[in-house]
């Protein structure tokens, strides 16, 4: 008798012990006994049931995942090829890359969004050494490069943030992870809305919530009087990026009011709408310009969760009767 045979008829043969278990203990137990063991039994093979329903609702959020920006370094045909960059700390050099279409040709054309055909977003994966910068393109080659040097060791990511010349072309943010070698203790992140930038203090109003719009206020003050020269920058009076600790994925944030004029002047607040896509820490950037002079001020934010978020509306209403 061959090795699978033998391993069936065992099968079989268990089968046919617990089922015969249950026939007698029938005859020697109360019917009400052999019913609940058969009843637990029932339930044991149900657990598989268990998994897919958890299967199923990790499947979901790996579909809302792939929904967020900056977590890929290839969509919708396009690629965020290998970053070139020192190795090492203190290294001068330059940080280049290219985007490539679906055939592998380096992309040359792009459609100018906030005033770039293309946004370098360069950050520490523990969200501390931000960079915002915007790199020269060799049309000749697809090429992106500027000049480069680390400062600190670490692991970190980079992200392409730009759109493809072409009718309704995505808006895209691809990203690629870059090591620096050399010895370094993360930062651990403590929540905190207000930023000191040189002379400037910058103070946050608002929060976050998953799933919800919610505005926020960025106040600029100069030695405590209000900071009213702010000057347009990428298209307004601020640029904020966001980006959720853990996996450094993308929020949707988009600025207030209409695209100032050249020229024209604001201040002291900017204001912002947005939505976080699960609870969570979150960093945040943003970029100012006075004096033709960028300044960034960062900013650490927990978002609640909706079901929190309700919660909390509930216990004010109730303490307003």
Same mark, same amino acid.
């Given at each position: 008798?061959?090795?699978?045979?033998?391993?069936?008829?065992?099968?079989?043969?268990?089968?046919?012990?617990?089922?015969?278990?249950?026939?007698?203990?029938?005859?020697?137990?109360?019917?009400?006994?052999?019913?609940?063991?058969?009843?637990?039994?029932?339930?044991?093979?149900?657990?598989?049931?268990?998994?897919?329903?958890?299967?199923?609702?990790?499947?979901?959020?790996?579909?809302?995942?792939?929904?967020?920006?900056?977590?890929?370094?290839?969509?919708?045909?396009?690629?965020?090829?290998?970053?070139?960059?020192?190795?090492?700390?203190?290294?001068?050099?330059?940080?280049?890359?290219?985007?490539?279409?679906?055939?592998?040709?380096?992309?040359?054309?792009?459609?100018?969004?906030?005033?770039?055909?293309?946004?370098?977003?360069?950050?520490?994966?523990?969200?501390?050494?931000?960079?915002?910068?915007?790199?020269?393109?060799?049309?000749?080659?697809?090429?992106?490069?500027?000049?480069?040097?680390?400062?600190?060791?670490?692991?970190?990511?980079?992200?392409?943030?730009?759109?493809?010349?072409?009718?309704?072309?995505?808006?895209?943010?691809?990203?690629?992870?870059?090591?620096?070698?050399?010895?370094?203790?993360?930062?651990?992140?403590?929540?905190?809305?207000?930023?000191?930038?040189?002379?400037?203090?910058?103070?946050?109003?608002?929060?976050?919530?998953?799933?919800?719009?919610?505005?926020?206020?960025?106040?600029?003050?100069? /030695? %405590?009087?209000?900071? &009213? $020269?702010?000057?347009?920058?990428?298209? #307004?009076? !601020?640029?904020?990026? *966001?980006?959720? +600790? =853990?996996?450094?994925?993308?929020?949707?944030?988009?600025?207030?009011?209409?695209?100032?004029?050249?020229?024209?002047?604001?201040?002291?607040?900017?204001?912002?709408?947005?939505?976080?896509?699960?609870?969570?820490?979150?960093?945040?950037?943003?970029?100012?310009?006075? /004096? %033709?002079?960028?300044? &960034? $001020?960062?900013?650490?934010?927990?978002? #609640?969760? !909706?079901?929190?978020? *309700?919660?909390? +509306? =509930?216990?004010?209403?109730?303490?307003?009767?």
């Amino acid at each position: 008798m061959n090795a699978g045979a033998r391993l069936t008829i065992y099968g079989i043969g268990v089968v046919v012990a617990f089922g015969g278990a249950f026939g007698l203990a029938s005859a020697i137990v109360p019917p009400s006994v052999v019913s609940e063991w058969k009843e637990g039994a029932e339930m044991n093979s149900h657990d598989g049931g268990h998994d897919a329903a958890t299967t199923a609702a990790e499947e979901s959020a790996n579909v809302a995942a792939d929904s967020l920006k900056g977590l890929s370094l290839g969509l919708e045909g396009y690629v965020l090829s290998p970053v070139e960059a020192p190795g090492a700390v203190a290294t001068s050099g330059e940080l280049q890359f290219q985007i490539l279409d679906a055939a592998g040709t380096p992309v040359t054309d792009y459609t100018t969004a906030h005033d770039k055909d293309l946004h370098l977003i360069v950050v520490r994966s523990d969200g501390s050494l931000f960079r915002h910068v915007h790199p020269t393109l060799d049309e000749s080659t697809g090429m992106w490069s500027l000049p480069w040097e680390w400062t600190e060791a670490g692991t970190y990511r980079v992200f392409a943030d730009f759109t493809p010349a072409g009718t309704d072309a995505p808006s895209l943010t691809l990203t690629r992870t870059v090591q620096v070698a050399g010895e370094f203790t993360p930062v651990a992140p403590q929540p905190t809305q207000t930023a000191q930038v040189g002379d400037f203090t910058v103070s946050l109003d608002g929060d976050l919530t998953a799933g919800t719009a919610k505005d926020l206020t960025l106040t600029v003050t100069r /030695d %405590g009087k209000p900071v &009213t $020269a702010l000057e347009p920058y990428l298209g #307004a009076f !601020g640029h904020l990026v *966001a980006l959720r +600790d =853990g996996d450094l994925a993308y929020l949707h944030v988009h600025a207030k009011g209409e695209e100032p004029e050249v020229g024209e002047t604001s201040g002291p607040e900017i204001e912002f709408a947005a939505e976080a896509p699960t609870a969570g820490r979150y960093f945040l950037y943003l970029d100012f310009q006075v /004096d %033709g002079q960028v300044h &960034t $001020a960062e900013f650490v934010v927990d978002a #609640a969760s !909706g079901d929190d978020a *309700a919660v909390s +509306d =509930g216990d004010s209403h109730d303490d307003g009767h």
